[in-house]
């Protein structure tokens, strides 16, 4: 069933894997007890941090434009909402029609009035006043009465929704120009030469990303190529650590890059990273591969092992990898990493990133039904993960060149007095943000002056992704960089010493994220699926499928037997190997639909009057059968239905769910006698009941899930169900048939 191979795990990459879904609360306590700082160091990081944040708020007014506009709009507040969703959206809209009423929309009941002179930034309230008159001119050329009452309305009237459209999307480019260097290479490395500029280091990237075709691939590869060789003319310098460099994401460079696809990512993408990394040791400049979701970290990692064990580049210390705290495996992954810094005699630039894909990860995993979440659900336990990784990262600086992406003031103090006195490391911010926070660093020689700024390079059509993680991290009303000048909070409460917060929870998981088991709360239970991605899991996947099935099977008519009828069989065939036999079947007669037909009829009475608690537990009962043969069902479905492995463990998932919601929404329905009218007014209380015998067809693409959703509906209300399975899949009807019967 799972045809590739699957990598040898053993020592740290194992216990990486292991730690994917680990108990949040204990892996938090193994963390905290790893990092080497006592409350007197504790106490002094406190106080470095605090004297950084009085002078970030002594210079407010010096804040940079993009930063001041994020802070007044910051995501708890609806108009924050409404620029980042008209942000999203505006930049994929090809027609001026829907522009104009997506606009309209969004832009006209938004309180921009309340955000007016809140700000000391010339940008921000510019900003304000534009939105505010744009949402003015939505609301009135919607409204049917001409009642403008000021030169300004007049003037917007005779605008129209046109003007508005050019506007914002001019406002977009505006914002995207305060998040992007340049829109080429040429013009991002000019404008860091610029004098404010000049005292930083750039890492640049090429934006784009999750590459969608073979040319989308090509095209980034090549996008990256030319970089590399305009960062390496314009630095004639020896040392590669303060050297500009190029970040690099897997995903541009390879149509399918996922695990279902790993024997060809391996053979397909490695030589291009490959080839990128032999040219940036050519200009003396180093590449960083950047992070990606957690279900690609594994195959991350074997793609940069291979190319860091290339002959080809050995005297090139260059090879970089981000890596993200937020992840529990980060920790063991340090070390692995460690451990192939040794093996391959290198040194590895390593850039440690809070993560920004939280929100995905999350619901990914609850979606996809995973044992628990690859991330932490506190941002406090973010922080802590980040600040044990950081030491660690340090410790094997004989393995690393550590560089620390952060716009937290308390993380960054926490670095300097880990470090010591070595200064062989570096900080990171964001181009566009954290510019005042790392003035003041910069200023503290005692803080360390190392720092590369994360320059995104390319048109504003090509910002979206970023443009929207950015807001999501950087606009949320929990980041730092919002919280930092705001004069309404304390300067202990902006530090936010994680130490001191861990310590006063009750809970390390956050109450109000229960594990993807449980998202339905008390309702019903989630159904399980399988991690695809995660090794430790498709072990023990391989070995349930290998053995679930004992070919050939058998599917005939439920009242062959008892009519003693004589069936020609045919054979069903595996789709995807014609040659294989999966099992036979015999079609029902037209005596044996009949007998059915009245065995339906006379059974409905005795199986409408068993209460509806009962036939709901009975749903119940063959849900929790059909998960314990997960993997039964699945090898079902891909032998005779031809399914994909990972469409397979959504149709049983999706037969789970269906089983448990019916048997919840029947409790809830049938379970109360309902308010009827009676012919003369009266009220009758009646209480729902079945309506007799129903016929059950199900489709051929959803052999499982289907059939078994509509049987139980039928059934748990009351009903008796004479089931027809599609032609192509009675194998899998039958295994299903028998699982209700063995419940009840």
């Not at 005779?158 to 977009?172: I, K, T």
């Not at 989308?216 to 305009?230: H, L, V």
């Not at 079945?690 to 693409?701: K, T």
Request: charged share 20%; aromatic share 8%.
């Amino acid at each position: 069933m799972l045809n590739e191979s699957l990598p040898q795990l053993a020592g740290s990459a194992r216990q990486m894997q292991q730690a994917w879904y680990a108990d949040e609360t204990e892996h938090v306590r193994m963390l905290q007890a790893q990092i080497p700082l006592d409350e007197q160091s504790q106490a002094k990081i406190r106080e470095v941090a605090a004297q950084v944040v009085s002078q970030v708020r002594a210079r407010a007014d010096e804040q940079g434009a993009l930063e001041a506009f994020m802070r007044e709009y910051d995501l708890s507040s609806e108009e924050g909402v409404v620029l980042m969703c008209l942000a999203e959206a505006l930049l994929r809209i090809p027609d001026d029609e829907t522009a104009e009423k997506l606009i309209a929309d969004k832009l006209a009941d938004a309180d921009w009035e309340s955000h007016l002179g809140k700000s000391s930034s010339l940008f921000v309230n510019a900003s304000t006043w534009g939105l505010m008159l744009t949402g003015r001119l939505v609301q009135l050329s919607q409204s049917t009465q001409n009642n403008f009452r000021s030169v300004i309305g007049k003037l917007a009237n005779r605008s129209g929704e046109p003007v508005v459209r050019l506007a914002v999307r001019q406002a977009m480019k505006i914002m995207g120009h305060q998040f992007v260097m340049g829109r080429t290479i040429k013009a991002a490395l000019e404008r860091s030469r610029k004098k404010a500029n000049q005292p930083y280091r750039y890492s640049f990237d090429m934006l784009g990303e999750a590459a969608l075709t073979e040319a989308d691939a090509q095209r980034y590869f090549e996008s990256y190529r030319d970089a590399i060789a305009a960062i390496g003319a314009s630095f004639d310098g020896d040392d590669i650590y303060s050297a500009p460099s190029i970040s690099v994401k897997l995903s541009a460079l390879h149509p399918r890059y996922e695990h279902a696809q790993r024997a060809r990512v391996l053979k397909e993408l490695t030589p291009k990273l490959l080839s990128l990394a032999e040219l940036a040791a050519g200009n003396n400049i180093a590449l960083t591969v950047d992070a990606e979701e957690a279900e690609r970290l594994m195959l991350s990692l074997e793609v940069f092992a291979e190319v860091a064990r290339a002959p080809s580049i050995q005297q090139w210390n260059g090879l970089g990898l981000a890596i993200q705290a937020y992840q529990k495996r980060c920790w063991y992954l340090i070390e692995w990493l460690a451990e192939l810094a040794g093996e391959s005699g290198r040194r590895f630039p390593v850039r440690l990133v809070k993560g920004a894909y939280w929100d995905t990860e999350i619901k990914l995993a609850q979606v996809e039904g995973w044992p628990g979440y690859p991330v932490f659900t506190r941002k406090v336990s973010t922080d802590l993960s980040y600040i044990a990784c950081a030491a660690k990262l340090l410790h094997h600086r004989q393995a690393f060149y550590p560089q620390f992406a952060t716009h937290n003031a308390h993380t960054i103090a926490a670095i300097r007095e880990l470090a010591g006195d070595r200064l062989d490391y570096e900080y990171q911010r964001l181009h566009g943000m954290g510019d005042d926070l790392y003035s003041q660093v910069r200023a503290q020689p005692e803080l360390h002056d190392a720092c590369r700024v994360y320059a995104p390079v390319g048109s504003h059509e090509d910002l979206l992704p970023y443009l929207v993680r950015r807001l999501l991290e950087n606009g949320a009303n929990t980041s730092f960089v919002n919280r930092i000048s705001d004069q309404n909070l304390d300067i202990d409460e902006v530090v936010g010493d994680p130490f001191t917060e861990l310590a006063g929870l009750d809970s390390i998981p956050h109450p109000q994220i229960s594990l993807p088991a449980g998202i339905y709360g008390d309702s019903r239970v989630n159904s399980d699926g399988v991690p695809l991605s995660h090794e430790l899991a498709l072990e023990e996947l391989q070995a349930e499928l290998s053995s679930s099935l004992e070919l050939p099977l058998e599917a005939m008519p439920q009242l062959a037997a008892k009519l003693k009828t004589n069936h020609s069989q045919h054979t069903v065939a595996d789709p995807a190997q014609p040659q294989k036999v999966v099992g036979y079947v015999a079609n029902a007669t037209s005596e044996e639909v009949a007998a059915a037909i009245d065995a339906a009829h006379q059974g409905f009475t005795e199986w409408d009057a068993v209460p509806v608690t009962e036939r709901a537990d009975i749903l119940r009962r063959a849900a929790d059968q059909l998960q314990q043969q997960q993997a039964h069902f699945m090898a079902l479905a891909t032998c005779e239905a031809g399914k994909t492995v990972s469409d397979a463990v959504a149709e049983v998932r999706e037969a789970i769910d269906f089983l448990r919601y019916y048997a919840q929404q029947a409790e809830r329905l049938f379970g109360q006698p309902e308010e009827m009218p009676g012919p003369t007014g009266e009220s009758n209380h009646l209480r729902l009941a079945g309506r007799g015998v129903f016929v059950c067809i199900s489709p051929w693409n959803f052999p499982l899930a289907i059939f078994a959703g509509q049987i139980a509906a039928a059934l748990v209300a009351g009903n008796t169900v004479l089931a027809k399975p599609a032609e192509q899949t009675p194998l899998i009807a039958t295994a299903m048939v028998r699982l209700l019967h063995e419940a009840g």
